[in-house]
C-alpha cells in the first residue's frame, strides 16, 4: 500500500479524508450503542451491511469500471481479514453497549499502541525505546479505564479492549493487501462476510431462544424484529456512515504517509464525548479522563515519533 503522497494527491487532501472518516464513524458508534437497548447485534449488523453493500453499488454504478470491485486474485486474505474485523465488532459493540461511549472510544484508541507492538513480529520492524515508552503509558491507560480498583476488572472493558487487538491487526492485515486491493474492493468483502455472518446467526438464534435475563447475552441473542419506522434513521446512520467513513479511511491510507495522518484519527474521541452528552446524558468522570489523557496521548506520540523517524532516513 503506497504511504507516500503524491503531487496530485496533496497531504492536506488525506488529512480531511482520515479526520472526515473518523468523525463519521463516530456516528457509527452513537447510533448502535442507541439501537443496543431493543435490537440483538446480529440484527443490527445485518441491517447495517445490507445498507452499506447498497451504497457500494449505487455509487460504483456509474464508474468506468462498475462492478469491478467484486473480483479478489486473494479470497484467502480477505476471508482472514473479514473474520476478524467481524469478531472485533462483535466484541466492540458488546463492550459499547455497557459502558459510556467516550470510555469505549478511549480503550479502543490503544490499537496504535497495539499495532507499533505487533509491527515488531508481524512486519520485522524495530522499535526504540520511546516508542516502547509510549507503549507501557497507553497500557498504564489501559489499566485505569479497566477500573480494577472497583473490586473487579471490568467485563465490558475487556471485551473493547480485544476489539482493538483485533482492529489492529486488521489493520496489519490492511497494509499487507493495499497494494493489490482497492478501497471499494476491501468494502465489499467486508460487507458480504457481515451479511453471511449475520445472517447465518439470524437462522439460528433470530427467534429469541437463546435470550436471557441478562442485559449483555440478551444483546447478541434478542428475537429479530421488523423496525419501526422511527428507528429506520439510527439503522440508515450506521449504515452509510460505516460505508463512507470506511473509504474516506481506506483512501487516505492509499494516498497519504501514514505517520502523517494517523494523528487525525483522533478526532473521533472528542466526537464520543459530545455523543455521550447529547444524545447520552454522560460525561466521563475524573478516572475517565486520566485514561483518556494516557492513551491518546502516548498513542499520538507514537505515530508523529514514527512520522519523525520516516523523514530523518529521506
Same mark, same amino acid.
Given at each position: 500500500?503506497?504511504?507516500?503522497?503524491?503531487?496530485?494527491?496533496?497531504?492536506?487532501t488525506?488529512?480531511l479524508?482520515?479526520? /472526515?472518516?473518523?468523525?463519521?464513524?463516530?456516528?457509527?458508534?452513537?447510533?448502535?450503542?442507541?439501537?443496543s437497548?431493543?435490537?440483538?447485534?446480529?440484527?443490527?449488523?445485518?441491517?447495517?451491511? *445490507?445498507? /452499506?453493500? %447498497? #451504497? *457500494?453499488f449505487?455509487i460504483?454504478? @456509474?464508474?468506468?469500471?462498475?462492478?469491478? #470491485?467484486?473480483? $479478489?486474485?486473494?479470497?484467502g486474505?480477505?476471508?482472514?481479514?473479514?473474520?476478524?474485523?467481524?469478531?472485533?465488532n +462483535?466484541?466492540?459493540? %458488546?463492550?459499547?453497549?455497557?459502558?459510556?461511549?467516550?470510555?469505549?472510544?478511549?480503550?479502543?484508541?490503544?490499537?496504535?499502541?497495539?499495532? %507499533?507492538? *505487533?509491527? +515488531? +513480529?508481524?512486519?520485522?520492524?524495530?522499535?526504540?525505546?520511546?516508542? =516502547? $515508552?509510549?507503549?507501557?503509558?497507553?497500557? &498504564?491507560g489501559?489499566?485505569?479505564?479497566?477500573?480494577?480498583?472497583?473490586?473487579?476488572?471490568?467485563?465490558?472493558?475487556?471485551l473493547?479492549?480485544?476489539?482493538a487487538?483485533?482492529?489492529?491487526?486488521?489493520?496489519?492485515?490492511?497494509?499487507?493487501?493495499?497494494g493489490?486491493?482497492?478501497?471499494? $474492493?476491501? &468494502?465489499?468483502?467486508?460487507?458480504?462476510?457481515?451479511?453471511? &455472518?449475520s445472517?447465518?446467526?439470524?437462522?439460528?438464534? /433470530?427467534?429469541?431462544?437463546l435470550? %436471557?435475563?441478562?442485559?449483555?447475552?440478551?444483546?447478541?441473542?434478542?428475537?429479530?424484529?421488523?423496525?419501526?419506522?422511527?428507528? =429506520?434513521?439510527w439503522?440508515?446512520? $450506521?449504515?452509510?456512515?460505516v460505508?463512507?467513513?470506511?473509504l474516506m479511511?481506506?483512501?487516505?491510507?492509499?494516498?497519504?504517509?501514514? /505517520?502523517l495522518? &494517523?494523528?487525525?484519527?483522533?478526532?473521533?474521541? @472528542?466526537?464520543?464525548?459530545?455523543?455521550?452528552?447529547?444524545? #447520552?446524558?454522560t460525561?466521563?468522570?475524573?478516572?475517565? =479522563?486520566?485514561?483518556?489523557?494516557?492513551?491518546?496521548?502516548?498513542?499520538?506520540?507514537?505515530?508523529?515519533?514514527?512520522?519523525?523517524?520516516?523523514?530523518?532516513?529521506?
Amino acid at each position: 500500500m503506497a504511504e507516500t503522497s503524491s503531487p496530485g494527491q496533496p497531504a492536506l487532501t488525506g488529512i480531511l479524508l482520515v479526520t /472526515g472518516g473518523a468523525l463519521i464513524f463516530s456516528i457509527n458508534d452513537m447510533a448502535v450503542k442507541h439501537l443496543s437497548g431493543s435490537y440483538a447485534l446480529h440484527q443490527i449488523i445485518l441491517i447495517r451491511a *445490507l445498507i /452499506g453493500m %447498497t #451504497f *457500494l453499488f449505487v455509487i460504483a454504478a @456509474p464508474s468506468a469500471t462498475g462492478y469491478g #470491485f467484486t473480483r $479478489t486474485r486473494r479470497p484467502g486474505l480477505h476471508l482472514l481479514r473479514v473474520s476478524v474485523i467481524l469478531i472485533s465488532n +462483535v466484541t466492540y459493540f %458488546t463492550g459499547l453497549a455497557r459502558m459510556a461511549i467516550a470510555d469505549a472510544a478511549a480503550v479502543a484508541y490503544i490499537s496504535p499502541l497495539v499495532v %507499533t507492538a *505487533l509491527s +515488531v +513480529v508481524v512486519l520485522g520492524e524495530k522499535v526504540g525505546p520511546r516508542r =516502547w $515508552t509510549a507503549v507501557l503509558i497507553g497500557l &498504564a491507560g489501559i489499566v485505569v479505564m479497566l477500573r480494577p480498583g472497583a473490586g473487579v476488572i471490568q467485563p465490558a472493558a475487556l471485551l473493547v479492549l480485544i476489539s482493538a487487538v483485533l482492529y489492529a491487526l486488521g489493520n496489519l492485515l490492511t497494509r499487507r493487501m493495499g497494494g493489490t486491493e482497492s478501497a471499494m $474492493t476491501l &468494502a465489499f468483502h467486508v460487507q458480504l462476510g457481515f451479511i453471511l &455472518a449475520s445472517g447465518a446467526m439470524g437462522v439460528w438464534a /433470530g427467534d429469541g431462544h437463546l435470550a %436471557t435475563d441478562d442485559p449483555l447475552w440478551s444483546f447478541l441473542f434478542r428475537p429479530w424484529f421488523w423496525p419501526p419506522a422511527a428507528d =429506520w434513521p439510527w439503522l440508515l446512520a $450506521t449504515g452509510l456512515s460505516v460505508s463512507i467513513g470506511g473509504l474516506m479511511v481506506s483512501q487516505a491510507y492509499r494516498t497519504t504517509e501514514a /505517520g502523517l495522518i &494517523a494523528p487525525f484519527e483522533y478526532s473521533g474521541m @472528542p466526537m464520543a464525548i459530545f455523543w455521550g452528552i447529547t444524545i #447520552f446524558g454522560t460525561w466521563p468522570d475524573a478516572q475517565s =479522563w486520566l485514561g483518556i489523557a494516557l492513551i491518546c496521548g502516548s498513542g499520538l506520540y507514537v505515530v508523529l515519533r514514527e512520522a519523525q523517524i520516516r523523514r530523518e532516513r529521506r
